[in-house]
């Protein structure tokens, strides 16, 4: 295989392309481009596929950082009042923000598991089998 899978990882943790480490482009409102402006590697594959990036988003807002909050409102060391704020807030505002990173999380993990439907790997699993 051309790229590994801890250049996937290290990509996705950077914003960049798993298939050739350029910065992934997002257009109006948040919108991932539908291919690498670099290298022209597509992103959609069916209907759906943007689900993983959102299944990234939601565990990481409520188990990362909403979970902590009820966690410290349960052991007393801080208010109703402040633990709702504070819930409110960020299940409001940190989505928005994660979004980006959420998608690349998404691309970086879906193509570790597959790494072979990177244009770069495509041929790799046909050359070592003939080998």
């Known amino acids: 295989m051309k790229v590994t899978p801890s250049q996937i990882i290290a990509r996705g943790f950077r914003c960049q392309c798993p ?4 910065p992934l482009r997002f ?4 919108r991932l481009q539908p291919a690498c402006p670099a290298c022209g590697q ?3 594959r069916g209907d759906g ?6 299944v990234w988003n939601y565990a990481v807002t409520v188990f990362g950082l909403m979970g902590p909050v009820a966690f410290a409102f349960v052991r007393g060391w801080i208010s109703l009042p402040l633990t709702l704020g504070l819930e409110l807030a960020i299940g409001l505002i940190f989505p928005w923000f994660f979004y980006k990173w959420s998608w690349t999380f998404w691309l970086a993990s879906y193509y570790v598991v597959l790494p072979h439907e990177l244009e770069s790997n495509a ?3 046909h050359a070592e089998v003939n080998e």
């Open 49 to 54: 596929f943007y689900l993983g990036a959102m």
């Open 123 to 125: 041929g790799a699993d």
């Open 42 to 44: 597509r992103w959609a």
């Open 27 to 30: 257009g109006r409102l948040m």
């Open 19 to 22: 298939n050739c480490g350029a």
